[in-house]
Each structure stands twice: as structure tokens, then as C-alpha cells.
């Protein structure tokens, strides 16, 4: 699980100190895992514009482990994948 606001603010961890539980990109919605991968408008134009300029056209699964399935799909050399994983 990936440690975001909203995952924390499920296991009573406050936000007093500022910032609040919302995107830090977008400002919009709880920030979780799924809408830092799928639904927030700032991060998928981040990868769009990572894959448009690795020149992959795809669109972005809304569940993040579709969304890392996909993007592992996408090399077929396994040299380069564990360059890839870390993207
Ligand atoms: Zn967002």
C-alpha cells in the first residue's frame, strides 16, 4: 500500500501542520493511490507526456496495479527492465 493522505488520514494520522489530506498536484481531490494514478488531471498529463515522449500511445488503466501491469507490458527487453520499473 502506498503510504498517501488519504490511506493516513484512514489510520487517524491528522494533517494540522498544513498541506491538508487533497492532491498536492491538483489541489481537487483526497489524495490515494488511485486518483495519483488514474484521475488526478496533473499526474496523467505527467505520463502522457512520459510516454508521448517515449513514444508509446496508450491510455492509463484507473486501477494503479493495471496501470503498472500495462506500463511493464510495454518493454519487451529484459534489459532494460529493471530501468523500466523504476519509471
Ligand atoms: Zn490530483
Redesign the pocket.
Known amino acids: 500500500m502506498i503510504p498517501t493522505k488519504g490511506a493516513l488520514l484512514k489510520r487517524g494520522i491528522s494533517f494540522n501542520s498544513g498541506g491538508g489530506p487533497l492532491?498536492p498536484?491538483?489541489?481537487?481531490?483526497l489524495?490515494s493511490s488511485d486518483?495519483?494514478f488514474a484521475?488526478?488531471?496533473?499526474?496523467y498529463s505527467v505520463w502522457q507526456l512520459l510516454y508521448n515522449w517515449l513514444n508509446f500511445s496508450i491510455v492509463l488503466p484507473s486501477k494503479p496495479i493495471h496501470h503498472f501491469s500495462t506500463h511493464m507490458g510495454l518493454i519487451s527487453n529484459h534489459r532494460l527492465s529493471k530501468f523500466w520499473s523504476v519509471i
Open positions: 492532491c498536484f491538483c489541489n481537487n481531490s489524495e486518483h495519483l484521475s488526478c488531471d496533473i499526474s
